[in-house]
């Protein structure tokens, strides 16, 4: 089952590159960590322009900054969900409907869920297949 992880919201804040250049920002609030994603960028990723969108860390001193990548966001495969795979703490998702009310002002906020991760099943590896055989090569 999937737990509350977070939550996504556009303040309308803009964050600056390490080239310099401004960006409009979605602020996403996962793990008690701050991430940003590029306005433009989730944009072309929700219309499907763009395949992968990079969340990047969101650092505040006197403006707001875009730090390092922390990990990518695709939409899914059947369209109705944004998938977020940060590097260090797993994978999230937010319902692509409840993303598309925040950033058009409908929303304030939408619920990030944490996506649970599947155990290493032991079974698997000792499994083999009846009737397996053994072939030998000569080389």
């Not at 403006?63 to 990990?71: D, E, H, V």
Request: hydrophobic share 40%; net charge positive.
């Amino acid at each position: 089952m999937m737990q509350k992880a977070g939550y996504i919201r556009q303040t309308g804040c803009r964050a600056i590159d390490r080239d310099g250049r401004l960006h409009e920002v979605v602020e996403l609030h996962i793990m008690g960590a701050r991430y940003a994603v590029r306005l433009a960028d989730l944009a072309k990723g929700m219309s499907g322009r763009q395949v992968v969108v990079q969340v990047e860390a969101l650092v505040r001193e006197w403006n707001y900054y875009l730090g390092t990548t922390c990990g990518l966001a695709q939409v899914s495969a059947s369209g109705k969900a944004l998938n977020i795979e940060l590097f260090e703490t797993g994978s999230f998702t937010v319902s692509l409907s409840a993303l598309r009310s925040v950033i058009y002002g409908r929303e304030r906020l939408a619920t990030i869920a944490r996506i649970p991760e599947e155990p290493a099943s032991p079974v698997w590896k000792e499994r083999r297949l009846s009737g397996q055989q053994q072939i030998s090569a000569l080389v």
